[in-house]
């Protein structure tokens, strides 16, 4: 299993950015794969975007040409750019580990980090 630490979110205006964190350990990080999830107060968690084992990304239409998914194996950590910044944005954002041998019954979660924008 994979233990997963959110860093990075906070207070933002509008137009800025951020860029969040999540630090894994406890398994084989290169062999999972992950992605970010952001749930905004009164909605359903949505899909932010996702990258592969073998680096190949996906973000959702609302952050399009906006945000950054990478990953560094070496030090066991995904990263999620996020760059012009809309108030609409404001969730807390989760980071997710799927096993790529396994699936998606050993699916893991962090405990997730604020990101406000807000002027």
């Known amino acids: 299993q994979v233990q997963l630490v959110e860093s990075g979110g906070g207070l933002v205006q509008p137009g800025g950015s951020l860029r969040l964190s999540c630090a894994a350990s406890g398994s084989i990080f290169a062999l999972y794969n992950m992605a970010w999830y952001r749930q905004a107060p009164g909605t359903q968690r949505e899909l932010v975007a996702t990258i592969t084992t073998d680096g190949t990304t996906m973000d959702a239409d609302s952050v399009e040409g906006r945000f950054t998914i990478s990953r560094d194996n070496a030090k066991n950590t995904v990263y999620l750019q996020m760059n012009s910044l809309k108030p609409e944005d404001t969730a807390v954002y989760y980071c997710?580990?799927?096993?790529?041998?396994?699936?998606?019954?050993?699916?893991?979660w962090g405990r997730g980090t604020q990101v406000t924008v807000s002027a």
């Open positions: 997710n580990a799927v096993n790529s041998v396994i699936g998606h019954a050993a699916t893991y």
